[in-house]
Structure formats: C-alpha cells, structure tokens
C-alpha cells in the first residue's frame, strides 16, 4: 500500500508543471500572436535502490516547442498592425538585450520614436538595429515588411519615406522554444542565435492581427482531464490510507 500512495504522490508532483502550463495557454486564448508550446505525457521509470527490483515510478516527460500553427487573422484597420504570414516570425531585442523573435503583431511608438511590440520589445530592422520613426510621422507598413513614414504636415504630393525593413525570418525549417521573457528562440542554441537565411519570400499582412492558436474547448477539455486525474490519484491516497488503518486494526490484540 505504500508503494501504491507512493506512486500516486509522484504522479502528482510530475504531472503539476503541465497544469500550470495548461492554465497558461487558458489565459492567453485572447492575446494577440500567442503560440501555445508545451505538450507532456508520462512514462514508468524504475526506481534504483533497496527493496524490490520491479519497482516502477512515474515520470512526467515535457516538450516545449513552438508551435506554428497560424491562429484567426483578426483585421483591425490600424496602421501599425500586422499580421505574420506563413511561417514567419519578426525580430526583435529582449530584456536581456540580445536577439529573440515573436509573433505579436501589435505594434506601437514608445516616446523616443522607437518601433516596439506591445509587450514594449524593441522591433528590429533588417540591419539588426532598432526601426526609429521621425516625430509626427504617420507610419505604412507594405506586404513585403517595409516601413514607411509619412509627413502629415507635407503639402503637395506627399512622398513617403523608406526608413528601414521589418527583420523578418523564416521558422518552417527551425524548432523554437520559449524564453523567459515569452519571447522565442533557436531550440539548443544559445540566446541571441539568428535563424538561417531562406530563399522563401516572408510577407505580414498589413492593419490585422494574428489571434491566439490555442483552442479554447480542446484545452477546457485538457483542463478537465487534468483535474480528474488529480482526483483519482488523491482517493488513491486516501483509500490506501484507509486500508492500512483497517489492517492495523485487525492485528490490535482482542
């Protein structure tokens, strides 16, 4: 009986990083350009030591790559949305200062006329630095990820102009994981890594977004599996408890 509580208090320990991940992704159903990652199962492991040699215990196994699968393209009619196509995603600089990638397409002027998301990282050019916009510009993003900047205050033909192009890469060939920041990286490479060239032309889709992937009844589904789990591995406790009372009972002296 205790190896059976054992087992049971093991599955959940394994199993409490993929409900937290699952209240993760519920929480995120509405933000804009939100991957969801994290996929988990568990296997038996034999657990080396003195006692049985058919011991068994589980192990919670967790993946977290990227998952690529386009969400719904929201259009929105703002100028600085953009909605990533295809398997694209754009660059951009973390916290941390180094070179990372989202698909968050909502994107904003801080007060320095800096181009950022609007989680407030810095969107990168195709030279690698920040897009910086003049003061009182009205910006025009194209399909092919260049960014415009008009004067308002311009008369006659009003001429844009080009200052720089969205640092766009291709994801199709690479496995991306998640940082601590939410941004992404190049699975088992270090932090800042650049994704290989591709010959694939990347285009955004101007004035919409990108909704959320995550699947709002598959993952209440996921939740509720989840929980029941939970539940049969804590009666499972519980009725172990039960019987060992029981047989301690039955050998009291009468």
Not at 28 to 41: C, I, M, P, Q, Y
Not at 42 to 49: D, H, L, T, V
Not at 60 to 79: E, F, L, S
Not at 142 to 168: E, F
């Amino acid at each position: 009986m205790d190896r059976l509580a054992f087992n049971a208090a093991a599955y959940i320990n394994e199993s409490r990083l993929a409900r937290q991940m699952t209240m993760n992704e519920i929480s995120n159903v509405s933000t804009a350009g939100f991957k969801r990652s994290f996929e988990s199962t568990m296997r038996p492991i034999e657990a080396k030591g003195p006692g049985w040699d058919s011991r068994l215990q589980p192990q919670g196994v967790n993946t977290d790559y990227i998952n690529m699968t386009p969400g719904t393209m929201m259009v929105t009619g703002r100028d600085l949305d953009i909605n990533m196509n295809g398997m694209a995603v754009l660059g951009v600089t973390g916290r941390d200062g180094t070179l990372a990638f989202t698909r968050r397409g909502d994107l904003k002027i801080n007060p320095t006329g800096v181009l950022e998301t609007g989680t407030g990282s810095i969107v990168r050019g195709e030279s690698g630095g920040p897009i910086t916009i003049p003061p009182g510009f009205r910006v025009n993003i194209n399909n092919d990820g260049t960014v415009y900047a008009i004067n308002p205050a311009q008369t006659g033909v009003v001429q844009p102009v080009l200052i720089d192009r969205l640092m766009l890469r291709d994801a199709a060939q690479a496995k991306l994981e998640r940082r601590e920041d939410g941004l992404y990286q190049v699975a088992a490479k270090p932090l800042g890594t650049d994704l290989p060239a591709s010959q694939t032309l990347l285009s955004v889709t101007p004035k919409a977004l990108e909704g959320s992937n995550v699947n709002p009844m598959g993952i209440m589904v996921k939740m509720m599996e989840q929980s029941r789990s939970f539940e049969q591995a804590v009666n499972v406790m519980k009725q172990s408890k039960d019987l060992d009372a029981a047989g301690s009972t039955m050998m009291k002296p009468t």
